[in-house]
């Protein structure tokens, strides 16, 4: 058996006030689209995942989901999703799910079910019994429909995919069906019905972008850094980002500001993304003498692509001279202003080493920092 899923990703239905079509707008910090492949990707029981687009958009696409496979659709539902399966059967599948991309967050569990019902039916949808009073009427009640035996249908949905080709080579309409559940089941095939869940509601309108931002759950990282330069005369002295009058200066291959790079190293540990040296390798001349303060903000950028919030920041410099109390403000501010962050979410310390070491001697000065993030986590 080889299974593969298929991500119906063709409309064109922006978001209202927004210029993307939705599939594409953020959610939760990131596109709407990558939750769901993301999902399919890491289920080991999928062997691939293809999305079919709208045509001219794989430029697009491509550049949220690098290496995905890409499928172009038709001017309907059903025409993406025929094309779509044609290319899974053309690449051995036996088994396919089909998911709507208006359906970001996935729970495994569904898949299981929807998977093993394929053991004994055709075909296999989630869903859930409606629990509201159900009402026929236009400007007036005209019925209160029996909702028992009544259920919403979503996605994915999972089909031996002889019969879902079946289904879609003989459809003749005249409506545009609006699932593949129901075009299989217009052959006779059996469709399973398993248990759907709360998290596949669709994303459609601005209140759904709100209510799935707050579904998803943050996640609290902290992450440290360390740094150390040499003190030599002849040098500026800059620390914090802030030029400070001094005998001597930090020297390095840039402006060697220990503090910000310990800051910036405690940003990207919370990413798991390198340290300073990873992204600016001091082999590089043209990083030689320069302001540290691109460092810093490179790390937020990152962060903030990751759909990430800076919360906190600690940072305690480490030297005998000079002292850093007069400057802690300014530095303070400094900081703030790269990172974009208020005042009382960035602490400045100062210590000496009691004239012990390297520090005490005024060979150098060392900083330490801290930094906690949220980032998007998985759905709650
Ligand atoms: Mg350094």
Do not use: N
């Not at 943050?218 to 002295?237: F, I, K, M, N, Q």
């Not at 990172?339 to 602490?347: E, F, K, Y």
């Amino acid at each position: 058996m080889t299974t593969f899923a298929l991500i119906v990703a063709a409309g064109s239905g922006t978001r209202a006030g927004g210029a993307l079509p939705k599939q594409f707008a953020p959610v939760a910090g990131r596109p709407m689209l990558s939750w769901s492949h993301a999902a399919l990707a890491a289920y080991p029981g999928i062997d691939d995942v293809l999305v079919a687009i709208a045509p001219g958009a794989a430029d697009q696409t491509r550049a949220i989901l690098p290496g995905a496979k890409l499928v172009e659709g038709g001017a309907t539902r059903r025409l993406s999703v025929a094309a779509g399966i044609e290319a899974a059967a053309a690449r051995g599948a036996t088994r396919i799910l089909i998911h709507d991309a208006a359906r970001p967050f996935l729970p495994a569990a569904v898949v299981d079910r929807v998977l093993a019902a394929l053991d004994t039916h055709e075909g296999a949808t989630p869903a859930l019994p409606v629990a509201d009073t159900l009402a026929r009427g236009d400007a007036l009640l005209a019925e209160t429909v029996d909702r028992a035996g009544l259920h919403r249908i979503q996605t994915p949905q999972g089909f031996r995919l002889d019969a879902l080709l079946a289904a879609h080579r003989t459809w003749t309409g005249p409506d545009e069906p609006t699932d593949d559940a129901q075009m299989v089941r217009a052959l006779g095939g059996r469709v399973a019905l398993v248990q759907g869940d709360p998290m596949l509601e669709k994303v459609t309108h601005p209140a759904d972008f709100a209510a799935a931002d707050a579904q998803v759950a943050r996640e609290t990282r902290s992450a440290s850094g360390y740094d150390v330069h040499r003190l030599e005369a002849g040098e500026e002295l800059w620390l914090g980002g802030v030029l400070i009058p001094h005998d001597k200066g930090l020297s390095g291959h840039s402006d060697a500001d220990v503090a910000l790079h310990a800051l910036t190293d405690a940003l990207l540990g919370t990413i798991a993304a390198g340290d300073i040296g990873t992204h600016f390798p001091p082999s590089d001349p043209q990083w030689k003498g320069a302001a540290s303060d691109r460092f810093l903000r490179h790390a937020a950028d990152l962060i903030e692509a990751r759909g990430g919030r800076i919360g906190f920041v600690d940072l305690t410099i480490i030297c005998e001279a000079p002292k850093i109390g007069p400057h802690r403000e300014a530095i303070r501010a400094r900081i703030g202003e790269i990172l974009g962050l208020s005042a009382d979410r960035i602490s400045i310390k100062a210590t000496t080493t009691e004239r012990l070491g390297f520090t005490g001697r005024g060979e150098g000065i060392a900083a330490q920092a801290v930094a906690t993030v949220t980032l998007p986590g998985t759905p709650a």
